[in-house]
């Protein structure tokens, strides 16, 4: 009877297959490969025009004018960030994103807060031994999609992540090496594979995201 129960507990925990993911990531990023180059050059086109603005600013205002250039070049990239979550989340549920989804700042101030809080979490545990800190990266990493889908509190958020990826540290651990083996392999083909790898891993995050948050509901 215990034994029996201990397998319904197994069973009913939120799980995913690493397959699966990265079938339906790459399907997915390669049907809509037009659409992400769009993406990244635009991305492209800001990270220049940073870079440039920084470069700029360093030699003609000195420390301050750097310092003002570079925090809001970090907010930028806190937009982007959003931005490319809400388009994944967006693919994943078979709606269609546009290139202004790029700049979704709904719920710009929780995922500021959220995003500061699971790295400080993280660099925590990396500071006791390392190997909590991989922990609670692990945990925590879909605490920003939390944000974005759900709108939700950065508390709450890592209440959220960590009660669904519960039972599957070690699933994920391996899911993030997998995706980071497909990018090194985009990368060794001349970059240019990297146009497709690089939405193959957004939209396989988002699928297993997508898939623990339902049965975590379910459960």
Do not use: C
């Amino acid at each position: 009877m215990a034994t029996q129960k201990k397998k319904n507990a197994e069973s009913a925990r939120p799980h995913f297959s690493k397959k699966e993911s990265v079938i339906l990531g790459f399907e997915l990023a390669k049907k809509n490969i037009l659409f992400f180059i769009g993406i990244f050059v635009i991305v492209a086109v800001i990270f220049i025009v940073s870079e440039s603005l920084q470069f700029g600013s360093a030699a003609k205002t000195g420390v301050s004018g750097y310092g003002i250039v570079n925090i809001i070049s970090f907010l930028v990239n806190v937009v982007i960030s959003m931005g490319l979550i809400k388009i994944s989340l967006e693919f994943v549920d078979k709606k269609k994103p546009k290139f202004s989804d790029l700049l979704y700042i709904k719920p710009f101030w929780y995922f500021l807060l959220g995003s500061l809080m699971r790295g400080v979490i993280t660099v925590i545990g990396l500071i006791l031994l390392i190997i909590p800190g991989i922990v609670f990266s692990i945990r925590l990493q879909f605490v920003t999609y939390l944000i974005v889908d759900k709108n939700m509190h950065p508390i709450d958020a890592i209440k959220k992540s960590w009660a669904m990826t519960k039972g599957n540290t070690w699933n994920l651990f391996f899911f993030g090496i997998l995706l980071a083996l497909i990018n090194i392999l985009g990368a060794l083909i001349l970059l240019v594979g990297l146009f497709v790898t690089v939405p193959l891993t957004m939209l396989a995050t988002t699928f297993v995201y997508r898939k623990l948050l339902l049965q975590s509901k379910a459960s």
